[in-house]
Structure formats: structure tokens, C-alpha cells
């Protein structure tokens, strides 16, 4: 099946912690994007990669870092200077449409 | 539980009625636009598309109208069923900039 796979589903972050959220896909999209999802709000991008080895911030991508080393994988790390990180994070990939995987809800212990 | 789509506008319409959920986008130089459906503690589902040389698109049950005159797209759901009940939001891309741009969404709500 193809798809998006996320992990963990949920996440708890201690202060000064920094967390790893997993994406893989298996689409063979060469573009994946993260976003993060606030209630009441549009998606917003926090950094996107076109193509492996090769990624470009989004428009909040402070307190965030990724990395590209593999097509099929896009890891997000949320370091402890996101000083607001509990939010719903997506990550997709594309190949017009734009494919989801199901989030990971991070929360601050 | 899922706070997503806390404060959204809501569209409440009966079982059996077709409903029509609006979208305003800003950039006139986008060129494809999609509409997605996202319920509770779930990634957006792809729904419908349409590229910016076409103003109509068909699929089962949904159309996505597209009028670029005043940068409006709609989603029209006919004979709506308590399933389609979640949060729908559109998202506009521009391939010059790689980027999709996402509305915040409108909750629909199908009553009995």
C-alpha cells in the first residue's frame, strides 16, 4: 500500500528536550514538506525539500531542523528553542496532489 | 481530543442536500489548487483538483469550480452524507515558489 507513514501518533517533549518526528513515504515523491497545524489556522510550512540532500526553510522553520539524506525519509527535529512546539505536525509529499501522513501530536510535559 | 478546526467557520446542512463550501486565494499566478477533507486526529485526505486553465472538475459527488477573475474556488457535495461530515480546506500552489498555500478551513456538519 502506498502511503505516508508518521510516527510516534503522539509525542511528549520535556523543556530543553529536543524530539525527532519520522516521516517515510513510498510513493517515490521526490518533494516532502512539514507543516504544523494550529487550531483555527491554515497549514504552516516549516521546511520543505525538493529533492534529496537538499531542503529550504518555510516560513517558520526557526526552532526546527531537518534533514534529507534518503528519498524516502524526512525527519523533523524540534529542538528545545521552539519555545511553543505542542501542535499537530504534518508532513506530506508531492507529486501534484499533495499526500498526507495521519500527524504527530506533540505536547509539552 | 482533536482541537484542530476550533473557532472555524461551520456550514451545518441536512442529510440528502448538497452542500457548497468557498475559498478565497491571494496569488493570481497560481496554477493548481486542490480541496481536502480532514476529520478528527487525521492527515488531510485528497479530495478534488483542478489546474488553473480549467473552471470546472467533476468527480463523484464533488465539483470544484475555480473562477481566477476574483480568485475564488468553491467545493459543491451533492446529496451530503453524515459521513462527509469533517473539516474541508483548500490549498492553492504556485510552481514557481514549489509551495502550497492552505485556507484554514470550513467545518461541515451533516444533521440527521
Known amino acids: 500500500d502506498g502511503g505516508i507513514t508518521q510516527s510516534p501518533k503522539y509525542l511528549f517533549r520535556k523543556e530543553g528536550q529536543n524530539v525527532t518526528l519520522s516521516c517515510e513515504q513510498n510513493?517515490?515523491?521526490?518533494?516532502m514538506y512539514w507543516y504544523r497545524q494550529d487550531p483555527g489556522q491554515g497549514l504552516r510550512l516549516i521546511y520543505y525539500?525538493?529533492?534529496?540532500?537538499?531542503?529550504q526553510k518555510g516560513d517558520i522553520a526557526e526552532g526546527y531542523s531537518v534533514s534529507r539524506e534518503k528519498k524516502e525519509s524526512f525527519p523533523l527535529t524540534v529542538t528545545s528553542a521552539q519555545k511553543n512546539p505542542t501542535a499537530f505536525y504534518l508532513c506530506?509529499?508531492?507529486?501534484?496532489?499533495?499526500?498526507f501522513g495521519d500527524g504527530t501530536r506533540l505536547s509539552i510535559l | 481530543g482533536e482541537s484542530v478546526g476550533l473557532h472555524l467557520p461551520t456550514l451545518s446542512v441536512q442529510e440528502g442536500d448538497n452542500s457548497i463550501i468557498n475559498c478565497a486565494y491571494s496569488?493570481?499566478?497560481?496554477?493548481?489548487f486542490i480541496w481536502y477533507k480532514q476529520e478528527s486526529g487525521k492527515g488531510p485526505q485528497f479530495i478534488i483538483d483542478?489546474?488553473?486553465?480549467?473552471d470546472k472538475r467533476q468527480g463523484q459527488r464533488v465539483t470544484v469550480l475555480l473562477n481566477k477573475t476574483v480568485k475564488h474556488l468553491s467545493l459543491q457535495i451533492a446529496a451530503t452524507q453524515p459521513g462527509d461530515s469533517a473539516v474541508y480546506f483548500c490549498?492553492?500552489?504556485?510552481?514557481?515558489?514549489?509551495?502550497?498555500?492552505f485556507g484554514t478551513g470550513t467545518r461541515l456538519k451533516v444533521l440527521a
Open positions: 496569488n493570481s499566478a497560481s496554477d493548481y
Open positions: 506530506a509529499s508531492s507529486s501534484q496532489p499533495q499526500h
Open positions: 525539500s525538493q529533492i534529496v540532500n537538499d531542503f
Open positions: 510513493l517515490n515523491h521526490d518533494a
Open positions: 483542478i489546474r488553473s486553465n480549467m
Open positions: 490549498a492553492d500552489y504556485f510552481s514557481g515558489t514549489y509551495k502550497y498555500i
